[in-house]
């Protein structure tokens, strides 16, 4: 199976998805958007993602490196809070990628959602 | 007798008139398995608007192509976490009420404003109270749970107008406030805490913290709340224990079956509940009773002997039929609680699922997590996690979390201050 652009080739992946032939994502240097789609899906059961935050601070709109850093910082117990410790605990390199590509991405659709 | 057409074969049904010319496009439908080539969308029918339903419902909607239809005759959406916020006056009942409105504003989604009663699984057809049908290509089954009255001698939903359960949230939640109010001091509360496995484990120990920190705030020096346990240990147990001894010394007592030597009766008419140790008159009788699945999960088969559905932890997909997917509450999910937190978890992977199924969506690694605040006390709260994955055929934990015994007051308000927050983001994720 080749690569796929998401968006194009719709019934390429449709079918691909029912034969089982898209398995786990395969992560790509920059941050797979789709991987990193899903696993925030975690992050915004308490992060917004839009308006005002107090008490859990906002995820959205950061630059992508400023997150990575976070994220590694929670994973190597360097930042305190045991839920995102525990959160960060088991993402690789990959998804932290994926995640940081993902939450700013939002930076320029995050009010269409 | 109408016809609907369902996966490119035409049905007898008594689906109405609308939906027949609706499926009429699907004619045109092969049998083909694969979504892309059919004409119509398909369609996922999710029985339940509470956090795993209303989820499901909106991930699978947010990204098009898949009618989603969502079965919830109540109106709005009255949060069960949280609603020991509103007993304690923290909340407001505005507070802990939320419209669907923006689901099918803002995704699409269809509301049907009645009672599921029934699955027909070999017709895939839901029955409405109403006596409508839809036809669904995939199912989402998240009734939460329902009450077995009679596992308490003597209670029943007639008995639970005087003695509320409030576990079921909406207006057993208001008479419960309602009754807290009135207490008198030197009145006994009595909570009957239901035996594993029940919705929102630590939601009894919550509840009776913040009728104490009511009766507290009015003064009372001689009100007792006892707590007849079913069970001898229970969640946060020694967070629970170190703060109502800090907060309100002498006034929850906790018996578990060792001590009370079981609960032999409640009798509403006399405010009495009889135990093996004592006979209680009470001011108020909370029982909160065992549970199971939602009915119309026992009624279409998808429950196992325990009461509750077992589901493949890769999927959130019933083991007993593959166009059912089933969350929340009413799934056996492992070493996962059953929390508002927990639906919502996942509700993301069924969603995921469902999408990859019928609309062509990559599908990832199954992955689920847990968070837990409860209050104790104003600005003193505990919270609980964990992490969960599939292994070994079920949900289990992955690493775990849990507050720690003597932590500084900063900490716990921090604490009540992220569980605030938690809500309005929740709620944000679940209806907005």
Request: glycine share 10%; net charge positive.
């Amino acid at each position: 199976m080749p690569k796929l652009g998401l968006k194009c080739l719709p019934l390429l992946m449709a079918c691909g998805a029912i034969m089982g032939s898209v398995g786990p994502a395969v992560a790509q240097a920059e941050g797979d958007r789709a991987l990193g789609e899903y696993l925030s899906s975690e992050c915004v059961s308490c992060h917004k993602l839009t308006g005002p935050s107090d008490g859990i601070p906002s995820i959205v709109g950061r630059p992508a490196a400023h997150l990575i850093t976070l994220l590694t910082a929670y994973r190597d117990k360097k930042r305190e809070n045991p839920i995102m410790q525990m959160t960060a605990s088991r993402l690789s390199d990959e998804e932290i990628a994926a995640l940081a590509a993902y939450f700013a991405s939002l930076k320029a659709t995050a009010q269409g959602r | 007798m109408k016809f609907s057409v369902h996966q490119g074969r035409i049905k007898m049904t008594s689906t109405t008139r609308r939906h027949f010319l609706g499926g009429m496009g699907a004619i045109a439908a092969s049998g083909l398995a694969c979504p892309a080539f059919a004409q119509a969308k398909q369609k996922l029918v999710v029985i339940g608007g509470g956090a795993g339903g209303a989820t499901v419902a909106k991930y699978v909607a947010k990204d098009g192509g898949v009618d989603v239809t969502l079965v919830e005759p109540a109106a709005r959406y009255t949060t069960g976490f949280h609603s020991n916020l509103f007993l304690g006056g923290y909340k407001k009942w505005e507070a802990i009420n939320h419209s669907y409105d923006q689901l099918t504003s803002k995704y699409g989604i269809k509301r049907v404003r009645q009672a599921a009663q029934a699955i027909d699984r070999d017709k895939r057809v839901v029955r409405l109270a109403g006596g409508g049908t839809l036809a669904y290509d995939r199912l989402l089954v998240a009734p939460g749970i329902d009450l077995k009255f009679d596992s308490v001698p003597g209670y029943s939903e007639a008995a639970s107008e005087r003695m509320p359960h409030a576990w079921k949230h909406g207006p057993q939640t208001q008479l419960l406030q309602r009754q807290l109010n009135a207490v008198n001091d030197g009145g006994v509360i009595v909570i009957i805490a239901p035996p594993n496995p029940y919705r929102c484990p630590p939601g009894p120990y919550e509840r009776a913290s913040m009728m104490a920190h009511v009766l507290k705030a009015k003064k009372h020096k001689k009100s007792r709340i006892i707590i007849l346990d079913t069970k001898s240990a229970f969640s946060k147990q020694g967070l629970f224990m170190e703060g109502w001894q800090k907060h309100y010394p002498g006034m929850i007592e906790w018996q578990d079956p060792k001590v009370h030597g079981g609960i032999k009766s409640v009798d509403a008419k006399t405010m009495t509940v009889v135990t093996g140790l004592a006979t209680y008159k009470a001011a108020l009788v909370n029982v909160i009773p065992a549970q199971t699945a939602g009915k119309i999960a026992l009624d279409a088969g998808l429950a196992d002997q325990s009461g509750f559905c077992p589901i493949n932890p890769e999927n959130m997909k019933s083991t007993v039929d593959a166009n059912i997917f089933i969350v929340g509450d009413a799934s056996i999910a492992g070493d996962m609680p059953k929390s508002g937190f927990a639906a919502n978890s996942q509700a993301k992977v069924a969603a995921m699922a469902i999408r990859s199924e019928i609309a062509g969506g990559r599908a990832f690694p199954a992955r689920y997590s847990n968070t837990c605040w409860s209050l104790i006390e104003t600005d003193d709260a505990v919270k609980v996690g964990g992490h969960y994955q599939p292994k070994e055929g079920k949900i289990a934990a992955v690493e775990t979390f849990i507050s720690k015994t003597g932590e500084p007051a900063d900490l716990r308000k921090k604490t009540q201050e992220e569980n605030i927050a938690w809500y309005t983001a929740f709620m944000a994720d679940m209806l907005g």
